[in-house]
């Protein structure tokens, strides 16, 4: 079974893959872009290898779906979890009202409060099914290692809801300089633009608090987060610092670009979601078969748990054959097993195999939406069954040619294919059990292209 041949090794090789306490060795992996402050190198390492700490990331609700540009960061509280600390999930069902200006170039469209909560009850659900995969399939639960910490998800609407405005301006506001919240990259470029409004402007006071409060509560003195961040968490380390006297450390994650400079997880301008109803299994499984072989290295470092010798030689594999691909599937069925579970990754692997293998079986598995997704622009045609109905009569049934003569021609010229499979014969009569699929369905092909799903009525 194609699924146990993917995790099962995974599971005897966790501890080659395991980095312990110490988070900051992933570093072997490229992992982190910065670290704040920067000369607290030695004072983390302490830290992670003393005791067990508490790492958050924020996630703020702009749609209702995370995509594959959050899986960094994702990956980076797994690999916390791994070795024995806590992760926190934050959702910024507060902050997701304000908008963080990082990285934009405009302001964002305010969001009524049942648009929030609809978005942030989607996107938890998408955090806890990848922590529960992880678990399930790529952990090791009779390994020496301590076992994983649920992560924590917290929503930061539920402590500013019960603080007033002037109290948080008066407690929390003096702390803040104007001058060094102008000074942010944020800040500045869009004051170099269109300007910026008040409300982006605190964003990143909330930011800051948010951390303070997690320090009161969790004590939680990591903040993960892409390299926009960086301001942020700077904000963040500075009101910690004037206010509750504690050292916090800020670690920041490289911004994945592709070939072209754009930010990773954009296809022609649209988002892969890693909700399975706005990118299926199969789309998603395809954009990272797609990747670039000059990006894939990195990516199987950074967005897999696989150990780093076993990736160096999946390279070597990859680069005597390049043309199989076989870095970027491994990449594919990881991350697709991963965010979508098996499940998931069957589909994926079943509709990949019925549309470029051209595999009958793996066809006749899928169901009427799946068939659709993977001939993209095929034509849908019912046909009403009758007795002795040739291959002729159904092809011009389902309108796949212009005229009778046309279909002739076609057919008998090798032109024309019943589920994948040549036909020569117009005057064979189609029979259920050697025509009709598992599911039901039938599909006629006419030339390289041009796809017809026949549904009998």
């Not at 994945?256 to 754009?262: A, C, K």
């Amino acid at each position: 079974m194609i699924i146990k041949r993917l995790y099962q090794p995974l599971v005897t090789q966790i501890r080659g893959c395991h980095h312990g306490k110490n988070i900051l060795s992933l570093s072997d992996r490229g992992f982190f872009q910065a670290l704040f402050p920067g000369n607290a190198e030695p004072e983390i390492r302490k830290r992670f290898i003393t005791k067990p700490q508490t790492i958050y990331a924020g996630f703020d609700p702009t749609a209702d779906s995370l995509h594959v540009g959050n899986l960094l960061v994702i990956m980076g509280l797994i690999h916390c979890q791994r070795g024995g600390h806590q992760p926190i999930a934050l959702l910024g069902g507060a902050t997701g009202r304000i908008g963080d200006p990082s990285g934009r170039n405009s302001e964002r469209s305010l969001m009524d409060v049942s648009s929030v909560e609809h978005n942030l009850s989607a996107i938890q659900r998408q955090i806890e099914t990848i922590f529960e995969n992880h678990e399930k399939f790529f952990w090791n639960k009779k390994s020496a290692a301590p076992a994983l910490s649920r992560v924590k998800i917290v929503n930061n609407a539920d402590w500013y809801r019960n603080l007033s405005v002037v109290g948080f301006i008066a407690n929390i506001g003096r702390h803040f300089r104007l001058g060094d919240m102008i000074t942010m990259s944020s800040v500045q470029q869009r004051l170099q633009g269109d300007g910026m409004s008040f409300t982006e402007f605190t964003y990143q006071v909330f930011q800051a608090y948010d951390w303070l409060h997690l320090l009161k509560e969790h004590d939680c003195r990591f903040q993960l987060g892409g390299s926009d961040q960086m301001g942020n968490l700077v904000a963040g380390h500075r009101l910690i610092g004037r206010t509750a006297k504690k050292s916090v450390y800020g670690l920041t994650l490289p911004l994945i670009t592709n070939e072209e400079g754009n930010k990773f997880g954009k296809s022609a301008g649209n988002a892969i979601w890693l909700d399975q109803d706005k990118t299926s299994p199969f789309s998603f499984y395809q954009f990272f078969i797609r990747i670039a072989d000059s990006e894939v290295e990195n990516l199987l470092k950074l967005l897999t748990l696989l150990p780093l010798k076993e990736i160096d030689e999946i390279m070597v594999q990859h680069k005597q054959v390049p043309e199989l691909r076989q870095a970027q599937r491994k990449l594919a069925q990881q991350i697709t097993l991963l965010v979508h579970g098996e499940t998931g990754l069957q589909k994926a692997e079943a509709i990949s195999s019925a549309l470029y293998k051209g595999s009958v079986d793996a066809l006749g598995k899928l169901n009427l939406n799946e068939v659709k997704e993977c001939f993209a622009g095929a034509a849908l045609c019912e046909i009403l069954p009758a007795p002795g109905m040739t291959i002729l009569e159904a092809a011009m049934k389902c309108k796949c040619f212009a005229s009778e003569r046309d279909a002739m021609r076609i057919i008998t010229a090798g032109g024309f294919y019943i589920n994948q499979n040549q036909t020569k014969n117009i005057a064979e009569v189609l029979s259920p059990s050697v025509h009709v699929l598992e599911n039901g369905l039938t599909l006629f092909r006419v030339g390289k292209k041009n796809y017809y799903i026949v549904t009998w009525l």
